[in-house]
């Protein structure tokens, strides 16, 4: 008993030791990492706790490279309102720095190598530096804005000045090491002391960063997989990276992602910047767009280009916190290429239909009793982490009795990449008695365990009752043969008397009167003028080609409306061939869209062309392309989207026809 006691005040103590250090960082940063020889920058290195906690002195590394020319000591306490187990409640931080002014004596790519802090006899490390030395000076760089000192004593830097920028690093430092803490006690990961103690990004397949710190801004591009099977989830990020200041920012070129179904998690209106340190210059960071991407047919599909232009103000050289006049730079994310992988053939069972996921599977009606000849909806829900949006419904295999007389379906993505399909099958049962729906089955494939597996909904007993409310002559309402029938009326069976005078009606003298044929003729003459009139535009102003376009229009949202995105598509497309033709003097609709945008204007082949190009072939894939490859095109909000895009690019264009 006392062996168990002290086992457990041992794992007690340890648990606690451990989430003892959970609300402490320690990280290093540099004020810049590119000079020349002899140029001097400053180390930081700074200590954020929650906790009023012992901190001693670093120990320095071997500076090699490296001359030390002075050291001091900052410290800030500051409070900040969050929302706690007991409410909204006052929490503070405590932050201590140490600040080493280093001067580069040779040049080439020198590393400063990590820092050892003893907090609360705790040993905490921080991450290496890489400082590139050239041979030239490139004068000071960035300097933060110093409080009041005294005369011949180091600067201090504002104790509060970093602390709203840090609160994010410290959120993601500490979650982060609570994670790795329970997975060292749940046996996942041994625990390493020399493990650094700064933040880290999540794991990713591919992911790009920036490397040089005068670069006005970088677009990252990062991507969980590299290589997956067919309809396997790939997530991709695109972040941008600055640190000036922007004032503008145009995405010119979304990523077309050709070879992927595409769901959107999240496509961000207006960015927001976190800070995060990279190679140990702080950055500002935000996230552009990120999408779930499902590739569709094996081989190498890539992830091509974000391009964006951005007007922006560089911090300036020597001035101390300062940006210098903005200037318009373009930059485009790396391309990423996948390596699609085709599923297994061997062990393909005969019910797979393409669902590449986790998914569970459930049938279910309404209710188990139903009328005859009145339909009830039998519902197959999918639902679990992949694209169920690709999932078809297999073969039901009905019972003689059982009709199935339409189906339907909806489906959605969800951000935390799960997803459902659910379809909906009208059923009508043809006669009375006990049916049952027989269990279902459908294969699908697990790319983590690389293996096919099955999915079986239960079966379903259905109860067919008499329908009082069957019209007459239906099977369910038969004559009642318990009331006494009377005698039948027997009807001789022979044929009519014939005809055997023949008399003129009166009516049919009508015949007769030339007169009348002359008024018919006379009106049906007048019709069809009015329809000439009508359609050859005879005695009217020729119709304008706005006006033309606004009745096409109709025959659009009436598509819209229906679902029918073949009918929009294909409306879509004849009215730019329709507009270009006219701009182009050419007709149009013989032409191919590349030879019309030769002929238009040049101005109008300027400013609109590969607007033109890239909204018709939307349309065109809506009009030709195999369902299954048209992915979100199909969904009405996307649609729609699209449609009021075409609109403004068209509406556009016509204005630079019409105009003088």
């Known amino acids: ?25 320690v990280q290093s940063t540099v004020d810049r990492n590119e000079m020349g020889v ?14 009023d906690v012992d901190v001693q002195d670093p120990r320095i590394p071997d500076l ?41 004596k040779k040049t080439g790519t020198l590393s400063v190598s990590s820092f050892e802090v003893v907090v609360n006899g705790k040993v905490f490390r921080t991450q290496p530096i890489v400082i590139k030395v050239g041979t030239q000076s490139v004068g000071p760089g960035p300097r933060k804005r110093a409080v009041p000192h ?44 020399n493990m650094p103690s700064a933040v880290g990004l999540p794991e990713a ?48 070129k979304f990523p077309s992602l050709k070879g992927f179904w595409k769901e959107i998690i999240e496509e961000v209106p207006s960015i927001q910047f976190s800070e995060e340190i990279v190679n140990g210059v702080p950055w500002k960071k935000a996230l552009l767009a990120s999408h779930a991407l499902f590739p569709i047919k094996a081989g190498t599909a890539v992830i091509d280009e974000y391009k964006i232009k951005s007007r922006v103000r560089l911090p300036a050289q020597g001035l101390g916190g300062f940006y210098g006049r903005p200037y318009e730079y373009t930059k485009s994310s790396a391309r990423v290429p996948i390596k699609v992988k085709p599923l297994p053939v061997e062990g393909r069972p005969s019910d797979f239909t393409g669902a590449v996921g ?28 992949g694209n169920a949006k690709l999932i078809d419904l297999p073969a039901l295999h009905l019972p003689t009795g059982l009709e199935q007389y339409d189906t339907k379906s909806e489906s959605k993505f969800f951000k935390n990449g799960r997803s459902y399909k659910e379809f909906e099958v009208l059923v009508i049962p043809r006669q009375e008695g006990s049916m049952v729906i027989p269990a279902m089955s459908i294969s699908m494939f697990d790319p983590h365990t690389k293996k096919y597996y099955t999915k079986t909904t239960q079966a379903i007993t259905l109860s067919i009752v008499n329908n009082p409310n069957a019209p007459v002559g239906s099977a369910s309402r038969l004559a009642d043969t318990t009331k006494p029938v009377g ?4 009807v001789e069976n022979r044929l009519p008397d014939p005809i055997m005078v023949w008399e003129s009606s009166t009516s049919a003298s009508i015949v007769y009167k030339p007169w009348l044929w002359t008024l018919v003729y006379g009106v049906m003459s007048l ?99 195999p369902e299954e490859m048209l992915g979100s095109l199909k969904d009405p909000a996307q649609m729609k989207s699209h449609v009021d895009h075409g609109k403004k690019v068209i509406t556009a264009v016509i204005s630079a026809i019409e105009s003088p």
């Open 150 to 193: 005294a005369p011949g004593m180091p600067p201090m830097e504002d104790p509060f000045e970093s602390m709203d920028q840090a609160e994010d690093e410290i959120f993601n430092q500490l979650l982060r090491q609570r994670q790795r803490l329970l997975q060292q006690q749940m046996g996942q990961m041994a625990p390493d002391e």
């Open 38 to 51: 002899g140029d001097t920058f400053t180390l930081t290195v700074a200590v954020v706790s929650t906790d």
């Open 64 to 104: 090699d490279g490296f001359d030390l020319l002075n050291n001091w000591q900052s410290t800030a306490v500051a409070q900040k309102l969050v929302n706690g187990p007991q409410g909204m409640q006052f929490e503070t931080q405590r932050r201590k720095e140490f600040h080493y002014m280093l001067s580069a």
């Open 487 to 490: 005698p039948q009326k027997v």
């Open 1 to 25: 008993m006392t062996k168990t006691g002290n086992f457990l005040f041992f794992l007690s103590f340890l648990f606690f030791s451990l989430f003892a250090h959970a609300n402490t960082t």
């Open 527 to 625: 019709g069809l003028l009015l329809k000439a009139q009508n359609e050859f535009g005879w005695g009217r102003r020729r119709r304008s080609l706005k006006d033309l376009v606004q009745k096409r229009y109709k025959r659009v949202d009436g598509a819209l409306q229906k679902g029918d995105f073949r009918k929009v598509g294909a409306e879509m497309t004849n009215i730019f061939y329709t507009v270009l033709g006219e701009a182009s003097g050419t007709g149009g609709a013989a032409t191919e869209i590349s030879r019309l945008l030769e002929m238009v204007p040049p101005s109008l082949r300027r400013d609109h062309g590969d607007d033109i190009a890239k909204t018709f072939e939307i349309f065109q894939t809506m009009s030709f392309a």
């Open 358 to 385: 986790q998914f569970e599977v459930h049938a279910s009606v309404e209710n188990t009793t139903a009328p005859v000849n009145q339909p009830f909806s039998l519902k197959v829900r999918f639902e679990g982490a």
């Open 205 to 252: 397949a591919f992911r790009s960063l920036p490397t040089n710190p005068n670069e006005a801004f970088f677009i990252s591009v990062e991507v969980d997989k590299t290589e997956v099977y067919e309809g396997e989830q790939v997530t991709v990020n695109w972040y941008i990276y600055t640190r000036g200041q922007m004032e503008t920012l145009d995405r010119l």
